[in-house]
């Protein structure tokens, strides 16, 4: 039966074991985490056929070997496992940073394995086996994002897998990712920690608390995200988040300019403003996007197929796909 080891048993990887567990994947599951405390308590789940204490043990023999651990822990956790993956062997990871972890792939992982990187976008501020939640990848997308050696049957691995658990595989390139990334989970994340900063300093924090209430709540949920996470984020995908805290200053100070006109905020503005981003996150909401859904596909493409699509587009894609050849494996040979 094929093996799916996962290394880290905290709230992302236990979360993927129950998801896989409850889906109609003929697997075992095999769990270990260095912390014995995440490994008893990732036993307690049911989630697991079984836990080990040895990172060895757990991914000697596997098929497929997920990486649920904090991103500045990859490269080492890469190295120390190099001997003992099987040949064939597909391995992945559930990182927010992609540039960083394909490359100490490439750099550090066997010749005989395929890397496919991945990332679901999904989560909980909780962190922890014992919040873990294998409900929480149903419908939410799951980037996959190959290495440039991996071949096609790994790559549908991960397919497959994401769409068991009830995710949408997303194929996107490296740096679109990161990019993407730093706007829709990064930069909140960074926005809520602002917020809890900006009204905790203040002298009057005391008689503020006792005020705030659901939006405040709302807003800065994300500041009980886990520490360690969120510092190798911001370690490895620092630029796109600069970009974008950038780019949201630039739109708070235009909005506290208009609040700020010397003649006293025009009211039809501001409550233009304030339509424009109801109507905005309504459309959001409700699937409609102003670009191109690339969302799940019944063909698996390949690394330069995705790639061609971010510039050129599906539609152009399906036109110009005689141009792309099948791309060469480890050997030389195409697929």
Request: hydrophobic content about 40%; aromatic content about 8%.
């Amino acid at each position: 039966m094929t093996t799916i080891a996962i290394v880290g048993t905290g709230l992302m990887g236990t979360s993927l074991a129950l998801a896989i567990k409850a889906s109609n994947l003929q697997v075992d599951v095999v769990g270990t985490d260095y912390d014995s405390t995440a490994r008893a308590g990732a036993q307690k789940t049911g989630a697991f056929k079984k836990v080990e204490s040895r990172l060895s043990s757990a991914i000697r023999g596997a098929d497929v070997v997920v990486f649920a651990i904090p991103i500045m822990a990859m490269r080492e956790m890469m190295e120390f496992s190099a001997n003992d993956f099987q040949e064939g062997c597909v391995v992945t990871d559930v990182g927010s940073s992609k540039r960083v972890v394909l490359q100490w792939a490439e750099e550090v992982l066997p010749k005989h394995v395929n890397f496919v990187g991945g990332h679901p976008m999904a989560g909980r501020e909780l962190s922890g086996p014992e919040n873990a939640d294998g409900t929480m990848f149903k419908g939410k997308a799951y980037c996959i994002v190959p290495s440039v050696t991996a071949d096609r049957a790994a790559v549908s691995s991960i397919t497959t897998m994401a769409e068991a658990i009830g995710a949408k595989p997303f194929f996107i390139g490296v740096e679109e990712h990161d990019s993407f990334v730093a706007a829709a989970s990064h930069l909140p994340f960074m926005m809520s920690v602002a917020l809890m900063g900006c009204t905790t300093k203040s002298a009057n924090w005391e008689d503020i608390a006792q005020l705030a209430s659901s939006g405040f709540g709302d807003l800065s949920r994300l500041a009980s995200g886990d520490p360690v996470m969120h510092r190798d984020i911001c370690m490895t995908n620092s630029e796109p988040i600069v970009a974008w805290m950038d780019a949201y200053i630039k739109e708070l100070y235009d909005l506290r300019n208009m609040l700020a006109a010397e003649n006293g905020p025009d009211p039809d503005a501001v409550q233009q403003v304030f339509s424009d981003a109801m109507d905005a996150r309504a459309r959001w909401q409700a699937g409609i996007f102003t670009t191109h859904d690339r969302g799940p596909s019944t063909e698996i493409p390949s690394f330069g197929e995705s790639m061609s699509e971010m510039f050129i587009g599906r539609r152009a894609m399906e036109m110009q796909k005689k141009v792309f050849g099948g791309r060469k494996n480890r050997s030389g040979k195409k697929d």
